[in-house]
C-alpha cells in the first residue's frame, strides 16, 4: 500500500504564488507518473498537470505558463509550483501516483486533498 502526504496548501491573494508537496511512502518499488488534480465546488476533479517517471509533463490549457510540476525520484516527491494564481485556481488540490509495489502490482492513489483559496 502506498500513502501520499500533501502540504502547502492555504490562502493567497490574486497574482501570490504557493507550492504544493506531495511525498509517497510505503510498498514502493518504483513511482510511475505523479500528478496533481483539482475540484472547485460544484465541479468535477480535472488534471492540473501530470509528470513521468522520466521527466515527461503535461499541463492543463489553464494553468500553463503559470504552474511547474516537478519530482525528486530519490524522494518519490513531485511538487507543483503555482505562480501568478487567479480566483479561479481556487480548489481543492489532489495528488494521483500510479506505483509499482514490491511484488510487481500495480497501485493507483490518491492524496487526501489540500486546500488553496485565491482570493483578496
Known amino acids: 500500500q502506498v500513502q501520499l502526504v500533501e502540504s502547502g496548501g492555504g490562502l493567497v491573494q490574486p497574482g501570490g504564488s504557493l507550492r504544493l508537496s506531495c511525498a509517497a511512502s510505503?510498498?514502493?518499488?518504483?513511482?510511475?507518473?505523479m500528478g496533481w488534480y483539482r475540484q472547485a465546488p460544484g465541479k468535477e476533479r480535472e488534471l492540473v498537470a501530470r509528470?513521468?517517471?522520466?521527466?515527461?509533463?503535461n499541463y492543463a490549457d489553464s494553468v500553463k505558463g503559470r504552474f511547474t510540476i516537478s519530482r525528486d525520484n530519490a524522494k518519490n516527491t513531485v511538487y507543483l509550483q503555482m505562480n501568478s494564481l487567479k480566483p479561479e485556481d481556487t480548489a481543492v488540490y489532489y495528488c494521483?501516483?500510479?506505483?509499482?509495489?514490491?511484488?510487481?502490482?500495480?497501485?493507483?492513489?490518491w492524496g487526501q486533498g489540500t486546500q488553496v483559496t485565491v482570493s483578496s
Open positions: 494521483h501516483a500510479s506505483a509499482t509495489s514490491f511484488e510487481l502490482k500495480a497501485y493507483e492513489n
Open positions: 509528470i513521468s517517471y522520466g521527466g515527461s509533463t
Open positions: 510505503g510498498n514502493i518499488f518504483r513511482i510511475n507518473a
